[in-house]
């Protein structure tokens, strides 16, 4: 397949607007791509070489890829600088290059670049390391640079750089693919919060559907968590369980360990392996006999919980790891075990999975297993959320114990019972430059809830409340990601999902939504969350008539 099929969908899928287009685009190439190349499409339309849960890096630093395009161009430095500075990305700096200038060295059988080929050679670029790699790695970049159209050679080193960023996020590869083979969004959805492999996904969409439905979970692949609605109070638990399942809520980071003899896998919720930057808790694990899969929570602790932020610095750290292995020792706490010797466990009830969990996990200083009681007791449930409290923990999770595991799914079978005043998971629309000292730097923000039809709805505007050196990262950050500039003001790429705490909600005709939030405040910025984790406004909805009663 040819790689300008490819770029030419991209460009049409930029050039637009519409959701529905972007999808019937995609959708469209993805039924003319033969099935060994339907999962090269779908990672590279996603902006990646590998599968989601991979760990493997292209690792070809800047300074290799301003050399590989000054190679095969008559450009300068300077040019190089000046064309960087437009558009502060080296893939839209490139192809500006590449329509300005002569390229130096054009192949003599100019056979045009197939996906396959470009796909190939950065695998090539990934896998080389050791002495001379540098060297080799860009020598194959020159090559692909070489055959390259200005758009190709913009679609390369936008995938190397990890900046494709063309307006087609979220679930839309989803609905493409579900639209390109007519299989079910939802039967899809459920395949790929198993697997966490667009690619393999979409091939069995394409090869054999029926089986989507039956995919089970595999050691070694992430599957993405289940999640918890929210509770009101203690009670709503009794009111929707017979008996309920009450444990102790930790205020960190999602991870699921994969353990196979000797070989362990720790991975984030959205499937990224973290396993080298916590080698104390591989060590304890690699000790425990079994092969299994746990979901579990880190957080930073040292002798009580620790601000939320030291996990930021852990997590995913890959220089002078063992330094803050020291100077921020992190607590795991397991409360759930999905897979056990061969034999997949999300469809036993909770119950029972909590009984061989205790089975299998021997706590250590750092691994421990989750508080937890099954009760009818309104009393106890009360002395347990108090505990969690005065332990420093976040409040409570109240559990069906007879639940089954459904990876990915936001549902009442679990619920979440936190202490503090009401927050909402936003994400960040627009950006404005401050005023005063702040006047160069982007520090106020828009937020927007998920609204029925699945758009995003603002619902408030705020000062973003972080440090300065916070709001100087997040300016660079969010001129990386802007789509549009009025003024002072930029449209940004939804990408920034933010906890925001606010005074109440009030009803108004300021946004579309319906609703807005008085004193919104940044809790923090919550990198773990993707723009299709926000809050919905039914939500919203839901806190303004609970206000409403206890008024
Ligand atoms: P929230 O992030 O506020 O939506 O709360 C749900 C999150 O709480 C989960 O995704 C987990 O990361 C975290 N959590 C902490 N303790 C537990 C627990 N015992 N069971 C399940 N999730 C937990």
Partial sequence: ????????VYEQVRGTSSKLEKVALVSELLRKTPSETLPLVCYLLRGRVFPEYSAQELRLGWSSIRAAIRAVTTVTNEDLTAAYNKFGDLGSAVELIFEEKPKISISFVSEPLTVEECYTALVKIATLSGKDSVRRKKAILIGLLNKSSPVEAKFIVKTITGEMRYGFKGGLLEEAIGQAFSVDLEVLRKAYMVRSDIG???????????TLLSLSIMLGRPLRPMLAETADNLEEGFKRFDKALFEFKYDGARLSIHKDNEEVHIFTREAAEVSTSLPELVADIKQIPHSFIVDCEIIPFEHSPKAFQGLIKRLRRKHRVAEFVRK??????????LYLDGTSLIDTPLINRRERLKTVIQPTEQIEIARCIVTKSGAEARIMFQESLDLG???LMIKNPHSLYTPGKRGFEWLKLKSEAETLDLVVVVVEYGHGKRANLLSDYTFAVRDREGNLAPIAKAYCGLKDPEIEEMTQYFKGIAREQHGRTFLVEPNVVVEVKFGE????????????LRFPRIKRIRWDLSVDEID????????????KRSS
């Fill in 1 to 8: 397949m040819l790689l300008q099929d490819l770029t030419e």
């Fill in 200 to 210: 393999e996904v979409a091939r069995i969409a394409q090869e054999q559907p029926e």
């Fill in 328 to 337: 921020i020792p992190v607590k795991l706490y397991v409360f759930d075990l």
């Fill in 393 to 395: 923990f976040e409040g």
């Fill in 505 to 516: 909600i009030q009803k108004s005709s300021l946004y579309d939504g319906g609703y807005a």
């Fill in 536 to 547: 919905s406004i039914e939500t919203v909805e839901k806190i303004f008539q609970r206000q």
